[in-house]
């Protein structure tokens, strides 16, 4: 009999399976004095709300009840990006995806809302007191996962004796090494495991070491293992790039390298553990990590609650429509075909040649919806006094161009040309791109229609320049003000800061600082179908203002980066064989970019060392450096010849953007990146796995960087490879477009009929 405590259906039941004894069975007796607790196998049941563990997703979703809420917690399940966006359909109707590695965020926040959240403690010693220094080194997991730690001891020595718990054939206890593939010179005790024996042998052993490997999977590895090995007290190694070694980072542990048996065995160390040891015993006990579960599950049935109250107390709000348009509200979640859609996109600054990515993102968004299949039409604005709307006649897309004259040039002319362009072309959906202030009134011109707000970095939250930075003395520092909720101080801002002239005309025109703007810019953003961002911190900065916000990237053509290269291809003259190659592709006198970090970090480097050089795609100042190549600027058909014949690309940026085009199309080339700790960079550059992150700004720590990739040209080539990977994975213009753009159009709110 029903009580009144909601129900919770989770599973499916996988007895035996350490995810499912873990997160299922395990958080369901924690949770059961709150819920009313029903696990499922084959179907969802009707519930208030289900959470799935790992296994049988796309199954499970598609036998659900529409109005069942359900958490996704993946786990490891995936074994590459590609397989994740397969399950897309599935994946954006979750309401929320609870993930235990933080390195999978990037690869789930654009289809639904990502929480990460810990393992509970499970496997560790009774008693926390320091290990015996004279112990073996202790090894646990599956037997699927040793490769990587077999390779690794064969090629090295250890100074004690190794223990290694894993699942062996039934009936078996133990097996000689040889049979794992270790070599005899090393001293190896092999038993299968059982959790009473790994509790046991963590009183025992004096340390541990794992080592991970570097397909997805592995990479994607959640650090239970490695939280409960240092919760024991026993000081743990690991190799540099694990996603385990990354996380203990951020929590303030420094996990010693596998490599670096000194510090792993020192009794700085063993002390370091032990205290670290206190503070995870007290954060992630089984009460504690049910505790934070049922606040994620508390959260989405209130959700859920409030949106279904709303549903049934207030009509559904259709939009205005033109005389001859009709439209009718309902889900087209299955309708996968894109024949005879419409996309109209409007752009505000555009160029051609490209004056700035957005110019670049527009042409590509229009080639790649074309060649989806979709019917696009893109119509911007000219205005020569403002030098836009210039469009040479070997541009790659067709524009509808609407020029005006001086005595035309104001918004509410320009809301009505723009708004009878976009009804003559009758779109299904409008997207509407680099527009800066202005965005506001071409949302309003085209509101008759479903339309997303396209940004590339933090358009209408800060109106002086798009990025939330003060001008200061000390050079520019972040703001914490938006026009959203603070026009008023914006505005003053404005007049006491001055910016570039065309920000201050295009402000003047949008309007910006009368509570008319004010008004139609929260209209505009509300009614949105969606505000397209580029990483999840301008996600959260945009999401209190808008009914719904998507983190989705920019694309690439994968056809500028062949891979792999070219072999009849010829190494530009300026690009010296006999040195490390360190490329800037950026400007070299915009405050912004940090090429002067960059130039100061070089300096002091080619103090200790002359083997390398700094290739700068720019023209040559009256004083250049001995190390320094100017090469002059290069075309966007230019620059991969030179990101390939370089060994690494460097992206100094001093202030926040949305996503930096140099970093990923150095990345599609195959090079690493040295990039700085700030804005979108981390989300495309994974520091220790494609590249190094840098503290912006920090001279000193250029150099440190920079010093550890130039002495391991390998490690270049690694990193570079992997770099190649992820744009496989997440950049490519066509995933792009299946991925998130196809999805969206699907999920609209608005379909029209005529």
Known sequence: MRTSHPCIGIGPVYPGIGSWEWIGEEMAEELSQFYDIEFFSDSIPACDLALIVKYDFSKLMSS????????????????????????????????????????????????????????????????????????????????????????????????????????????????????????????????????????????????????????????????????????????????????????????????????????????????????????????????????????????????????????QSTPRETKAASPQRNYSFHSNLETNSVENTKIGIVSFLYNWPSTGGGNIHTTELVQFLGRAGYDVQHICVRYDPWQIGQIESDAPIPSQVLNFTPSEWNANHIRKRVKDAVYDFDPDFVIITDSWNFKPHLAEAVSDYPYFLRMQAQECLCPLNNLQMLPGPEGLTPCPQNQFFNSEDCFHCLIKNRSGELHQLERQLSGVGSSEYHDLLQQSFHKAEAVLVLNPMIAKQYKPFCNHVEVVTWGMDESRFPWPFPSDEQCPPEISKDKISVIFAGLVHEPIKGFPVLLAACEQLWETRQDFELIVTSDSPQQQQEFTKYVGWKSQLELPLWYRHCDLCAVPTIVPDGLSRTSVEAMACGLPVIASHIGGLPCSVSDQETGLLCNPGDVADWVSKLNQLLDRPERMKTLGEAGRAVFEERFRWGDVIERDYKRLFNQSRCVVSN
Not at 147 to 153: A, F, G, K, S
């Open 64 to 311: 659900r009840s529409p109005d069942i809420p359900v958490i996704f917690c993946p786990v490891d399940c995936y074994g590459s990006a590609r397989d994740i966006d397969r399950d897309g359909k599935w994946l954006f109707q979750c309401r929320q995806i609870l993930i235990h590695c933080e390195s999978l965020r990037k690869y789930f926040c654009a289809y639904a809302p990502v929480e990460y959240i810990d393992h509970h403690l499970r496997f560790i010693s009774k008693t926390l007191t320091p290990k015996p220094a004279e112990g073996p080194i202790l090894w646990t997991g599956l037997h699927s996962n040793l490769h990587p730690l077999i390779e690794w001891v064969n090629q090295h020595s250890l100074p004690q004796e190794l223990w290694i718990l894993t699942n062996l054939e039934p009936e078996i206890d133990s097996i000689p090494q040889e049979n794992l593939g270790f070599a005899s010179k090393h001293s190896i005790r092999i038993e299968h495991w059982t959790p009473p024996k790994h509790v046991a042998w963590a009183e025992l052993a004096s340390s541990a070491i794992d080592v991970k490997g570097t397909d997805f999977r592995a990479r994607h590895k959640p650090p239970a293992k490695a939280i409960d090995h240092l919760a024991s007290g026993l000081p743990l190694a690991m190799n540099r790039d694990s996603s385990s070694v990354k996380h203990l980072a951020r929590l303030g542990f420094e996990v010693a390298a596998v490599e670096d048996q000194d510090y792993w065995f020192s009794e700085e160390y063993r002390t370091k553990t032990i205290e670290f040891a206190s503070d995870l015993r007290e954060t992630l006990s089984r009460e504690n990590i049910g505790k934070r579960l049922k606040t994620i599950i508390d959260t989405t049935l209130n959700t859920t609650e409030s949106q279904r109250e709303k549903r």
